[in-house]
């Protein structure tokens, strides 16, 4: 079975008539299957594959409009077969889940159509992109670390 076919399959078992806390435990289940294999499962760093750390990171990417968009056109997140609703899923899980004190405002959830602009809008050159999100990130008093 694909494996988009697959998370698709444990997304709809495990959102079946449950309400919100099933939506959540869908986007955990979603980072299991798509980004654990790189991220493990606390979202640490990895040197080999330039592989960033969400954990106490991810919450910095909610202070603009830019940088928020631009987490979300992570070649992981775009490459990984989901569609805009299971994006969508796993971000609104990510990053309260993630984010630790980086997180410093409330939490406004994505929604599908933001993903899609997203996905319509993705940038030529990945770490080009990440350069300038980090350097106004920067010009705002907040940082990313290397990778």
Avoid at 8 to 23: E, K, Q, W, Y
Avoid at 30 to 39: A, D, E, K, P, Q
Avoid at 57 to 66: D, L, P, R
Avoid at 119 to 129: E, H, K, Q
């Amino acid at each position: 079975m694909r494996r988009a076919a697959f998370a698709s399959l444990i997304v709809s078992m495990a959102t079946a008539g449950f309400g919100p806390a099933a939506a959540s435990e869908s986007g955990q289940i979603l980072y299991r299957l798509h980004c654990s294999g790189c991220h493990g499962l606390q979202g640490n760093a990895a040197t080999v594959g330039r592989i960033p750390a969400l954990a106490g990171n991810v919450g910095t990417f909610m202070k603009s409009a830019e940088s928020r968009t631009f987490l979300t056109q992570a070649p992981g997140i775009m490459n990984s077969g989901l569609d805009d609703k299971d994006v969508a899923t796993l971000m609104n899980w990510l990053v309260p889940a993630l984010a630790k004190e980086s997180l410093t405002e409330p939490f406004k959830p994505y929604s599908v159509d933001e993903i899609a602009h997203s996905r319509a809008n993705r940038p030529p050159d990945f770490f080009v992109a990440r350069r300038k999100v980090a350097e106004n990130l920067q010009k705002q008093g907040y940082a990313l670390p290397n990778y």
